[in-house]
């Protein structure tokens, strides 16, 4: 964290992968499920120079969503959305093997 100077009264913070968490977990709590705000979100994503430039905000906005929202999938809209544009692999749970009981 640093201060801002000359006030001292705010702070940011430095590392990029906070404020990018921090900023993911917001629009989180301010979109929830609403897939017609998500979709606004990314259309303006789209248009930013660099995609690569915003891939760790994007991927940080996919963990929170997938964090906060109960219930969240990683096949959701929005998480399904980031993982395209960003060749995020989905990981599907592995499922244990059935227990065999004796005859």
Same mark, same amino acid.
């Given at each position: 964290m640093q201060?801002?100077v000359? !006030?001292?009264? +705010? ?9 990018? #968490? ?8 301010? #979109?929830? /499920? +609403?897939? !017609? ?11 930013? +120079?660099s995609? /690569?430039?915003i ?5 940080a906005?996919?963990?929170? #969503?997938?964090?906060k929202i ?6 959701d809209?929005?998480?399904? /959305?980031?993982?395209?544009? #960003? ?14 009981s004796?005859?």
């Amino acid at each position: 964290m640093q201060t801002n100077v000359p !006030s001292k009264e +705010n702070v940011r913070f430095v590392l990029d992968p906070v404020a990018e #968490y921090l900023a993911g977990l917001h629009l989180v709590d301010i #979109y929830g /499920e +609403n897939e !017609s705000k998500w979709r606004d979100f990314l259309i303006d994503a789209d248009f930013q +120079n660099s995609p /690569e430039a915003i891939k760790g905000f994007m991927l940080a906005v996919r963990d929170c #969503y997938l964090a906060k929202i109960p219930g969240a999938k990683d096949t959701d809209f929005l998480p399904k /959305e980031i993982a395209a544009r #960003y060749n995020v692999s989905i990981a599907v749970p592995l499922q244990s093997p059935q227990a065999v009981s004796p005859g």
